[in-house]
């Protein structure tokens, strides 16, 4: 739809869609270790020169996450001084890149099949370059759905983003399932306190085969992303800082129309010359909720039942986990969704509140069938329930806000610092699941860790809902340059009320 005055949703729609396959990018590369881990720990089990432990196979497993919070720190200086186009397109070269070494970590340096550390290392290393091109796609990606959508729309637009991760999620699941095919996941012996064995009655393709092609799967998405990003325009807010206010403002005339776009390049003009200092321009508080933010997303725990979500079905003893994990990401797709066609109607706090509250409950339901005996149905529905209030709340919903809350002059610089937060607690709430899950305590043996961890997050869902309720300002309907307005006002209002404290 095409008008001067109304402007053209359809190069908006077709621009915000470019840009969300790179939150479907991120979800794959995410998600394709649930399905691949336990073939990848059959195979290093395999090695002779080293010992392949749980804390090794949890740090393997969430190797990515380091590259994560590498591209993620990178991703303001990426985004403020080459942009937030190219920057996409470097993301999609490392995605690209990650796949096939993933694939044949061994190409050019070892023998092809041969577990040993130094081909852990490289196999960890093509996970890292992965995970830098995750790390920027999952600042850059909401921040330049935010910067070219008008205020009206603009959550649902960058909640789409939420939907697409959650979509590339299940897209693996079903990749990594028709790839499994008739074989199985191999058969893993504990002989020790930290110490493990595959069954030889292990299905050998699985070991040395399936997990290449689920990781490999990956390069003709990330192929056709990079391709795509060629044809989008720059964001228009980044050009209004850069002075190149003629190509601004021709972006912003063809999806807003002439007369609104006008408007806003003179309302981006005028954000851009209160405050030009830095980070702390407008304060420590619009940081610190930022922050927070990212890091209740990732401490609720949510990331660990995604990447093992094979492994824990497997434990409940309830029919094939790969159906379960399929069945799962379905559920989380229906319940994304809803968070789309809401966000702009009930607004950003009440969907965080509740469904930190529905996550407490799924959390704790399981947590609770740990130690009393019931039916394993209770747990696995009881999970669905803790996934399915993340992806209607926390999931879509924190990117929105931190794509909104930050001041113009800030906003590459301050999500950089907000998304890193939101990997490292991603790569400690991943990499300590494994260990903690497996913990022991006395009669309760390995029932007691599979307790502890649920109600660990449980209880931090809980403390998330009074940090929204107490903390975070509601964006709803508000243009970027209004929410700029808001902070500058609260950090004069501060120093105002800091001089006359020191008179």
Known sequence: MTNKD??????????????VCGGLLFGYDTAVISGAEKGLQAFFLGAHDFVYTDIIHG???????IGCIIGSALSGIFAAR???????????VLFLLSALGSFWPEFMVYEKGVPHFGLLIVFNIY???????VGLASAICPMYIAEVSPAEIRGKLVSWNQFAIIFGQLVVYFVNFLILGEHTNPIIE???ETVYQVSSASDQWTIQTGWRYMFGSEAFVAAVFTLMVCFVPESPRYLALKGKDNK??????????????????????????????????????????????????????????????????????????????????????????????????????????????????????????NVIAVSPLVPVVSIMVYSASFMFSWGPIC????????????????MAIAVAFQWIFNFIVSSSFVPMYNM?????????????????????????????????????????EQMSALWASKSKKAKKLELEGSV
């Open 6 to 19: 109304t402007g053209n949703r359809t190069f908006l729609f077709m621009i915000v869609l470019v840009a």
């Open 59 to 65: 740090l393997t497993s969430s190797s990515a996450l």
């Open 82 to 92: 080459i942009g937030r186009k190219k920057s996409l397109f470097v993301a999609g």
């Open 127 to 133: 996970r890292v370059i992965g995970g830098v091109g």
């Open 190 to 192: 504990k002989i020790g």
């Open 248 to 369: 601004a403002l021709s972006v912003l005339e063809k999806i807003n129309g002439k007369l609104k776009g006008r408007e806003i390049l003179e309302n981006v003009k005028a954000t851009l010359k209160e405050e030009k200092g830095s980070l702390l321009s407008f304060g420590v508080l619009v940081i610190f909720i930022g922050i927070m933010l990212s890091v209740f997303q990732q401490a609720v725990g949510i990331n660990a039942v995604l990447y093992y979500a094979p492994r824990i079905f497997d434990s409940m003893g309830m029919g094939n986990p790969m159906v379960q994990t399929v069945i799962m990401g379905i559920v989380n797709i229906a319940f994304t969704l809803v968070a789309i066609f809401t966000v702009e109607k009930w607004g950003r706090k009440p969907l965080l509140i509740y469904g930190s509250f529905g996550m407490a409950i799924g959390a704790i339901g399981v947590a609770v069938s």
């Open 399 to 414: 990117w929105v806000l931190i794509s909104e809350i930050f001041p113009n002059t800030i906003r590459s610089g301050a």
């Open 440 to 480: 022991t305590l006395g009669d309760m043996g390995e029932s007691f860790g599979h307790f502890f961890v649920y109600a660990l997050y449980g209880g931090i869902c809980i403390l998330a809902a009074w940090f929204v309720s107490a903390l975070v300002p509601e964006t709803k309907g508000k243009s970027l």
